[in-house]
């Protein structure tokens, strides 16, 4: 309610709720959070972007240093596997950026595989998942 009242007075408008579905996956990997991580995670928001942001079909989601991670549109209609996996990646871009730290995209994974206790592995499409018949680590292929 506050937030909504700030938004009217500053002319914002208020963002959508986010999908049962990330809210589900994001709980999920709260739950799993280390004790450690669990005040970064919680800074970080969440917001559902635009298609044309995400133009490689493998693309799900980005992090930026607000802390906030972008998804893509249709990220939610995706199996579970795939979406704790995408957000499990994108937080620990999250953890980085807020502490400064220079890494690749592997170093993303390991610090997430540690975050949540999983395994970040890639499907046949190239994106992450936990599902134990995708790869790791991530293929050098990938930027
Ligand atoms: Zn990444």
Redesign the pocket.
């Known amino acids: 309610m506050l937030q909504r009242v700030d938004a009217e007075v500053s002319g914002r408008r208020t963002p959508p709720p986010l999908p049962r579905e990330l809210v589900d996956a994001v709980n999920w990997l709260a739950a799993r959070c280390q004790r450690s991580h669990r005040n970064a995670m919680a800074g970080v928001e969440i917001v559902v972007g635009e298609a044309r942001e995400f133009p490689q079909p493998r693309d799900f989601a980005y992090c930026t240093a607000a802390p906030q991670i972008t998804v893509r549109p249709t990220l939610h209609e995706q199996a579970k596997h795939r979406i704790r996996a995408v957000l499990a ?1 994108e937080f620990a ?1 999250a953890y980085l950026l807020q502490h400064g730290v220079a890494h690749t ?1 592997r170093q ?1 994974d390991a610090l997430a595989n540690v975050m949540f206790g999983v395994v970040i592995r890639y499907d046949r499409d190239d994106t992450q998942t936990l599902s134990t018949r995708g790869v790791a680590p991530r293929p050098s292929r990938l930027a």
């Open positions: 990646h871009h995209e993303c």
